[in-house]
């Protein structure tokens, strides 16, 4: 079978992906934009050809380098990147070249934050009230007379919480309508809970094979445009009501042979038409895997490889070669920032934490929402792991 990858060398860990393909027998064919004497030897090793091209955002480049592969190795079984900015012409690509998964009409669904409320809402799941940024006057009579301040604005098609702002008051609304934003915006009710997601992989019949729960700070928001320290952790275990809901979620888009991450609002303070404390409401869906090192994350805290499983499924529709019976840990990643002086550095952390399974540098691209350094340590008991995030985030006198 033939797998198409696009960019297979960033994220850094994405070529564990390619690699565990090409060890269930596919051609793994790479499109990137990296030259091939540039590649780490692991994404070499992980593929069965590389096609370089100028630029991804190329759709003529890309699709020329598709068509190679085609005339080459036969019909393209499946084409991925399992990137969020990648999606639309992952899609489009699969739309032309009739290959199995989402096509065009499939993606807009669950990457535009507008339409993707109709999903949450069949399938049961409370939705913040909203409208498209039009005019100050118009979006002022919105929150006067429906919601209130704050509230929310954020791209309708966007990528994690970046060019999203809280609008607390009506000086608020009226710089960001001179700001001169040039893509379609929405405005939502603002709510206030914990964010916590549904993480894992379906097979062809839209069923979750393979599932996990991370819980978030209450405002990624404020932390990547603040520039704030950042953490975030692998649940142990999934709460019975995400994972309820979460399938219902998958059921309604129609989601098949996909890593999927879906992210909700558990209510902090009750807010009237929503829930009470403690209740699950829609914040947005990602049909990709969690941002940054977080498969690798799952993988500690879950004691599983979920590369493996995401390769099995495209390959056997089920999971064939991993073991999902052993232990099970909280695994948490902590984000420092360049601009602030920590009283402890990673040597001294390390003395205490010797099991710290990964520390380096977060990307450029990444490091806006991640932090600039990072760790990443798994636990058995919570308690500990709140300890170790406090030692790695306090501040030098």
Excluded at 19 to 42: A, C, H, M, Q, W
Excluded at 188 to 193: A, K, L, Q, R
Excluded at 204 to 226: G, K, L, R, T, Y
Aim: glycine share 6%; with cysteine; charged share 30%.
């Amino acid at each position: 079978m033939n797998f198409v990858f696009i960019s297979p060398a960033f994220p850094k860990n994405y070529y564990n992906f390619c690699s565990r393909l090409k060890k269930n027998k596919f051609n793994v064919l790479g499109i990137g934009d990296t030259p091939y004497n540039e590649l780490d030897k692991e994404v070499k090793d992980s593929l069965t050809e590389y096609y370089k091209v100028n630029s991804l955002e190329s759709y003529d480049e890309v699709y020329r380098a598709v068509a190679f592969f085609a005339f080459k190795y036969g019909k393209i079984d499946f084409l991925e990147s399992n990137n969020e900015y990648w999606l639309r012409q992952d899609a489009r690509l699969r739309t032309d070249f009739n290959i199995t998964g989402a096509k065009t009409s499939d993606v807009i669904s669950f990457t535009s934050k507008s339409d993707m409320k109709d999903f949450y809402i069949k399938a049961g799941v409370p939705v913040a009230r909203y409208k498209f940024v039009t005019n100050y006057e118009e979006d002022l009579k919105f929150i006067e007379e429906e919601v209130g301040f704050p509230v929310v604005v954020k791209p309708n098609v966007g990528v994690g919480a970046s060019a999203t702002y809280k609008i607390t008051n009506k000086t608020d609304l009226k710089k960001f309508h001179e700001s001169g934003f040039q893509v379609p915006y929405i405005m939502e009710e603002f709510i206030t809970g914990k964010i916590t997601s549904f993480d894992g992989i379906c097979d062809a019949d839209s069923n979750v094979v393979f599932c996990d729960n991370e819980v978030f700070p209450p405002s990624i928001m404020d932390i990547v445009n603040e520039n704030l320290e950042f953490s975030y952790y692998i649940n142990k275990e999934v709460p019975d009501d995400i994972r309820e809901i979460g399938q219902k979620v998958l059921k309604a888009f129609n989601i098949k042979s996909r890593y999927f991450h879906l992210e909700f609002f558990r209510l902090t303070k009750a807010k009237k038409g929503l829930g009470k404390i403690g209740d699950i409401v829609a914040l947005e869906v990602n049909m990709r895997p969690p941002g940054g090192f977080t498969p690798d994350m799952i993988n500690f805290g879950q004691s599983v490889d979920t590369y493996q499983i995401y390769a099995d499924v495209m390959a056997y529709n089920k999971i064939v070669n991993v073991d999902l019976t052993l232990p099970k840990y909280y695994c948490i990643y902590c984000g420092r920032r360049d601009r602030i002086k920590y009283k402890y550095t990673y040597d001294d952390i390390h003395k205490l934490y010797p099991y710290i399974q990964m520390h380096g540098r977060m990307s450029d691209v990444l490091s806006g929402a991640m932090g600039n350094e990072f760790f990443i340590a798994r636990f058995e008991f919570i308690e500990d792991l709140e300890k170790f995030r406090d030692m790695v985030h306090e501040k030098a006198d």
